[in-house]
């Protein structure tokens, strides 16, 4: 298998190049190399290429930032994955392609599904549905794997924040009414790599394309994610002058940001497990994992 990883600098991308590794031959590529707001660029990448799957792991991912860089988020979140999608199409590449719970309103009291209504508060919301849809639309053999939370030992993140805030100051709010699954970037990466490990053993064929939850089992608010990381850096010997104790519960009126979130972003992840036969493990268990990488 020859695999064309787009964005393999970030976080998931930096996971891919570990994961992807034992199935064959892979080719990372990151901007300024390849420019996903250049549709040329992205053409020339593939077909030099001719990879058999193309795996785009690269995105506009400041949420708040989007509000006002619109043409941007867009232009790299809806417009080159079609582009993507129409190349694949023409030299027979599969794409696997990651998505965001961004695209849901967060209203619902129970996870999202698949088929369930997309409804983004956001322009970075907007961007990555209309990216979906117009990679669903392209003809090409697609996966989109819609996650959220996602944090690693690589990269800029909400753990990474908050150990850095939790080791210099002495009070700290932290949002109480949004809920998700904290998922890590291995493990996105990893499930990934199952699923193109079963496409080589099963075939194509059996397995339908589309869109899968892939999230960490479990859930938290924000709040309940940065105690449980304060706790964990302490007990693994971080200094660390805010005890979990002392981070403030705050409602998201009290914190406002020109992107609005959803307050769900809980989604089920039953095709996925059922489809390929995954036991996904609790966000805990990642965040012990990437914890002990930091500390």
Known sequence: MKILLIGQGGQVGFELRRALAPLGEVVGVDYPDIDLADSGSIRHWIKETAPDTIVNAAAYTAVDKAEAERDLA???????????GDVARTVRARVIHYSTDYVYDGSRKTPYREDSPTQPLSVYGSTKRDGDAALMASGAAHFIFRTSWVFGAHGGNFVKTILRLAAERDTLGIVADQIGAPTTAALIADVTA???????????????????????????????FAQAIVRGAAARGGVLKLPAEAIKAISTADYPLPAKRPANSLLDTSRLRETFNLVLPHWQAGLDHVLTQLI
Not at 74 to 84: F, G, L, T, V
Not at 199 to 221: C, K, M, N, Q, V
């Open 74 to 84: 867009y232009a790299i979140n809806a417009r080159a994955p079609a582009i993507i």
């Open 194 to 224: 199952q699923v193109l490990g079963q496409i080589a053993f099963r075939g194509a064929g059996d397995i339908p394309s589309g869109i899968y939850h892939l999230t960490a089992a479990g859930e938290t608010s924000w709040h309940g």
